[in-house]
Nanobody, 115 residues
């Protein structure tokens, strides 16, 4: 089993920054894809950013240039640095891990950006 625990969410003014962290434990193995999804009220869950164990990344168009995903393989951690936050970034952010065909999700952390 895999457990994912997020931290770092909160309330922030537009234009400011937040950093989300996610700790993975359990049978995470070395080769996996970790990342972040988000779900805003009344909207579908969407991919924000992901990173492979080799360091390759991809981002949603809406966050390119503002968000940066990174990971520490030795610590089984993944991070999301969010800069220049906008009110439309308000959502519950979920840490995710993909092992082969299996997807694991954290419990989510709320990010609220005020205008």
């Amino acid at each position: 089993q895999v457990q994912l625990v997020e931290s770092g969410g909160g309330l922030v003014e537009a234009g400011r920054s937040l950093r989300l962290s996610c700790a993975a434990s359990g049978s995470t193995f070395r080769t996996n894809v970790m990342g972040w999804h988000r779900q805003a009220p009344g909207k579908q869950r969407e991919l924000v950013a992901r990173i492979t164990s080799g360091g390759s990344t991809n981002y949603a168009d809406s966050v390119k240039g503002r968000f940066t995903v990174s990971r520490d393989n030795a610590k089984n951690m993944v991070y999301l640095q969010m800069n220049s936050l906008k009110p439309e970034d308000t959502a519950v952010y979920y840490c995710t891990l993909r092992l082969g065909l299996l997807d694991y999700w954290g419990q989510g952390t709320q990010v609220t950006v005020s205008s």
